[in-house]
């Protein structure tokens, strides 16, 4: 044991033994045995009374040393056991976003260097982009109002048929008492607790229930909507002459850094969780967790309106600073939002269409004001992300060593809820 | 190691070591390590060594005590952080700790559990003044989460140059050394124990017109607590003869109390509270089952103290459970609704049916697990750890070096530090200048074993 424990470079065995195989590894605890604690029973018997086999129990007194180490020692240790293989198309599709977003904020920043350097109208872009706003709205309104009745229609079909069944599968139960509701615990679907419930609270609203979020107020989103361009308004002359006192650089720079921040803390999430409804029932607790589930971080949102002002402050005129500023929202923080839309209602190829507008009209509007170069420049950026970013994550996939045992908490089954 | 084995063959010469336990959590805080330190220490004493315990300051109570038979306990004052554990700081507690070590003479530093920073510390610095270092894990670690991933890396400093390290249960063992990449020979498995006097049966066993199914657990969500509150309307509808009583409080208490209101169950789910660890025994002694829905256990101490009162023992089989009680004794489950719900009615009518005799769980249990035997198998490390001979400072630092790319540079840098360190401790406080503690005499002790 001294030896071994002493010349330094053991560790080096140590570490490795976790590296290797699990298979690999019942070698090398062979090789171990003979380091054990001297066993004073050893001794006194004779060689002929062979030893029982070693047990994982702590109960039985057994005839090893207690620094003994079987050859099954760590036979219920799995590796990468929940590890995903991923595909490289859907990579790619997940590092698509990263470069839409890098688009989004080009196109403001082209919006800013058009209105400030080559003396652009500045209600242009802002009405083209308000318009598009609207149409946007207008959809995103009655999408979410279609898919809410839908989902309330095919609730009500099931809770009549839910209720027919009831009738006639539990006639003697009494009704008042709770505890009869765990004798249909046996009948199928995630609804028969929800309407268990209904049905012994004779409550029958069903809106409680519903997991698609509910459209936007008409009136409040105008209400707000006109509040804030009131505001921009009037403030546009104190955000114009905000950054007087400084020099042009430093807002550069920190416009850039902005940008930066706003592409890291931006929210990429291409996959929106399916919410079961049984869950959306169980406590507050997890109606918060459900809200928390569809609120995505606003930080990159808050970034950019930031980054707004910052450039607005720049510009020479009160009505540019206006234009610019409601522009920016509109592309940084409403179109995003609704872009999460559109990939959480599934529409896959609008999603697309909007993708490929974005960067190619940015990519074109690189070539006609910057040149080839600064287009050639941006185009391989966004192509080393998207394209040469997923194979630089399936390359890491190789370094992925997880292990799980019987040590790790075990995740309750729980159904009646 | 020819020398050592004839060593121990012979038992006259056996030494006496003077002994620091050191841990954040010890009484007034009560729990499985804390007790664990205490009856340790208690054998330790009886066996002939001298034991202090070093901890950090519980409210008003700073400076030293002496416990029975001697034990003292050094409360030092460090900032508490979350849960009882102090500050993260690498090198702040060196000074305190020389000064006790020395004072107290000490031989082997032993920490227990690795929540605890103060243990983590004293290993190091004990360590760096060429003491020997024993360390004993309580629980177990995942590897997925950004906690564990810190926590395993504190681990691994601490035991890369660690003289032993003791786990609770094998499961345990496995995890540690995964968790520390450790050689497994390194490793002992040495579990809890109960005072059996502390937990003797009922007198007169209760009747079985109503079985009363106990739990004692704090209602946390990893001891299981949401399984608890789906199964008992489940099993309160299936027998009307069964009745519960949990003792315990937790965050999931609350739904505990809603789920006894909803189902109207308030004449037969009693919710007790939090108890002393004095008044286990008399709340187990009430039933007939004892239910642990744990979700993850090292060892789980209450199941060994629940079969000593004489009760059928329904768990999960997660961790390392499956190895702490014989089958007869037990009814094992999966950590799922149905499954418990099943090992209980299993319980109930293998009670009702007379298959098992508790009452005979006592005496066995008294054989299985006792803290003198304990602290026999604890010796043996101590006498193990003390053949070695330290590593060279040079030895030392490629060990530490070979920890990682990253980590390796960082943990040698440590060590570096920690060594400067204790040269201007040396220089500010001589050795000499510090007076010895005057040890308890223990030569009774020592006569009646």
């Not at chain 2, 507690?93 to 510390?121: K, M, W, Y």
Request: with cysteine; aromatic share 10%.
């Amino acid at each position: 044991m001294i030896d071994s424990k002493h010349s330094g470079f053991s560790s080096c065995e140590t570490n490795s033994y976790v590296t290797r195989e699990t298979s690999v590894s019942i070698t090398t605890t062979e090789r171990h045995q003979q380091k054990q604690f001297p066993d004073p029973n050893q001794s006194s018997k004779s060689h002929k009374h062979r030893k029982r086999p070693w047990k994982k129990l702590l109960w039985v007194k057994q005839d090893y040393a207690d620094n003994y180490t079987d050859t099954s020692f760590l036979s219920q240790l799995k590796r990468n056991s929940t590890v995903v293989t991923y595909s490289y198309w859907r990579l790619f599709r997940d590092f698509s976003l990263i470069g839409m977003h890098l688009s989004v904020i080009m196109s403001v920043i082209l919006v800013f260097y058009g209105i400030y350097a080559l003396n652009w109208d500045p209600v242009r872009p802002t009405i083209v982009s308000t318009i598009t706003t609207f149409v946007g709205f207008v959809i995103y309104a009655l999408t979410l109002k279609i898919r809410r009745n839908r989902e309330l229609i095919n609730l009500q079909r099931r809770k009549i048929e839910q209720l027919s069944k009831h009738r006639s599968v539990s006639p003697f139960s009494r009704p008042n008492s709770p505890l009869s509701q765990s004798s249909t615990d046996t009948l199928d679907g995630n609804l028969n607790n929800v309407n268990n419930r209904n049905v012994s609270r004779h409550d029958l609203n069903l809106e409680k229930y519903l997991t698609e979020p509910s459209p936007p107020d008409h009136f409040g989103t105008f209400k707000s909507s006109l509040l804030i361009l009131l505001h921009l308004l009037t403030l546009s002359p104190v955000l114009k002459s905000l950054t007087n006192s400084s020099a042009s650089d430093s807002i550069w720079a920190i416009s850039a850094w902005l940008c930066f921040l706003n592409m890291l803390f931006n929210d990429y999430v291409i996959d929106f969780p399916r919410v079961s409804r049984v869950s959306s029932l169980n406590s507050v607790d997890d109606q918060d967790l459900l809200k928390r589930k569809y609120k995505s971080s606003n930080l990159s949102k808050n970034i950019a309106l930031s980054n707004a002002i910052v450039l607005a402050s720049r510009l020479n005129s009160n009505l540019s600073a206006f234009c610019y500023i409601l522009f920016s929202i509109e592309v940084c923080g409403l179109f995003p939002i609704f872009n999460n839309f559109t990939r959480r209602c599934q529409f896959w190829k609008f999603h697309t269409i909007q993708l490929a507008s974005i960067v190619f009209g940015v990519d074109y509007s690189m070539y006609r004001i910057f040149g080839l170069g600064w287009m050639a420049c941006w185009v391989c950026l966004q192509l080393l992300i998207v394209v040469a970013g997923p194979f630089y994550f399936l390359a890491l996939q190789k370094y992925k060593d997880e292990l799980q045992g019987p040590w790790d908490t075990a995740h309750p089954v729980v159904k009646s809820f | 190691m020819t020398v050592s084995y004839s060593k121990l063959r012979s038992p006259r010469k056996k030494r006496s070591y003077n002994i620091a336990m050191v841990s954040d959590f010890f009484y007034p805080q009560p729990g499985g390590v804390e007790l664990h330190i205490y009856h340790l220490s208690q054998r330790l004493i009886a066996r002939g060594h001298s034991v202090i315990i070093i901890t950090h300051a519980y409210k008003d109570r700073t400076g030293v005590r002496t416990l029975t038979n001697g034990l003292k306990v050094y409360y030092v004052p460090y900032l508490v952080l979350y849960r009882e554990c102090t500050f993260p700081t690498v090198f702040s507690a060196f000074p305190t700790l020389r000064q006790i070590f020395i004072r107290e003479n000490i031989d082997i530093v032993h920490g227990h559990g690795s929540f605890s920073s103060l243990c983590h510390e004293a290993i190091l610095h004990g360590n760096t003044m060429g003491l020997k270092t024993v360390f004993t894990d309580h629980s177990l670690f995942g590897f997925a989460t950004v906690g564990s991933i810190l926590g395993n890396k504190l681990l691994k400093f601490t035991l890369t140059d660690v003289g032993h390290v003791i786990c609770v249960s094998n499961t345990c063992k496995e995890n540690t050394v995964l968790r520390a990449s450790l050689d497994p020979a390194c490793v002992s498995v040495i579990p809890n124990a109960v005072v059996s006097s502390d937990f003797e049966p009922a007198k007169e066993t209760p009747s079985l017109k109503t079985i009363t199914i106990v739990v004692i657990s704090r209602l946390f969500p990893n001891k299981g607590a949401d399984l608890l509150t789906a199964i008992i309307p489940r099993l309160c509808l299936r027998h009307p003869e069964i009745r519960f009583l949990v003792a315990g409080d937790g965050p999931k208490f609350i739904d505990l109390e809603q789920m006894r209101e909803r189902y109207q169950l308030q004449d037969r789910v009693q919710l007790i509270g939090s108890i002393r660890h004095e008044q286990v025994r008399d709340v187990m002694v009430q039933g007939q089952i004892y239910l642990h829905p744990s979700l993850t256990e090292a060892f789980g101490t209450v199941l060994v103290e629940a079969a000593s009162c004489g009760l059928l023992v329904v768990t999960t089989n997660v961790g390392g459970i499956p190895e702490v009680l014989p089958g007869k004794m037990t009814v094992f489950a999966d950590p799922e609704e149905d499954s418990l719900v099943n090992a209980v009615n299993v319980a109930v009518s293998k009670l009702k049916q007379n298959k098992i005799d508790t009452s005979c769980f006592h005496k066995e249990i008294e054989k299985m697990y006792d803290w003198s035997d304990i602290a026999v198998r604890t010796e043996k490390v101590y006498d193990n750890v003390f053949e070695q001979e330290n590593l060279t400072p040079v030895n030392r630092l490629i060990k530490y070096y070979n920890c990682g790319s990253w980590a390796g540079i960082l943990f040698v840098l440590c060590i570096v530090v920690d060594n400067y360190i204790l040269r201007v401790l040396e220089w500010w406080m001589p050795r000499e200048d510090i007076d010895g503690a005057k040890k308890w005499p223990n030569k009774y002790y020592s006569h009646t074993l």
